[in-house]
């Protein structure tokens, strides 16, 4: 088992940044990859960034430049950099962890960017 608590969202305005945090415990040694995703009101969750344990990162092309993901492996937690944000990136961040048994999901924390 796995567990993901994710924190470090709120309200900012457009232009602000936020840095929200993932922090694994349990069965960490097992994790291939952690990512994070978004849902925005009304619509479908999509993803964000991925990085996995050979260090490859990736991104939403569409968010690449503004959105950094980086972890600390002695923490055993996962970050997400997020600049120059904007309106529409407002949405629960969730952070998810692969195994090679299952994914597992965090509870997710509100990003709410007004303008």
């Known amino acids: 088992q796995v567990q993901l608590v994710e924190s470090g969202g709120g309200l900012v305005q457009a232009g602000g940044s936020l840095k929200l945090s993932c922090a694994a415990s349990g069965g960490t040694s097992i994790i291939n990859a952690m990512g994070w995703y978004r849902q925005p009101p009304g619509k479908e969750r999509e993803w964000v960034a991925t990085?996995?344990?050979?260090?490859?990162?990736d991104y939403a092309v569409s968010l690449k430049g503004r959105f950094t993901i980086s972890s600390n492996n002695a923490k055993n937690t996962v970050y997400l950099q997020m600049n120059s944000l904007k309106p529409e990136d407002t949405a629960v961040y969730f952070c998810?962890?692969?195994?090679?048994?299952?994914?597992?999901w965090g509870q997710g924390t509100q990003v709410t960017v007004s303008s």
């Open positions: 998810k962890a692969v195994t090679p048994l299952r994914a597992y």
């Open positions: 990085f996995n344990s050979g260090g490859i990162i």
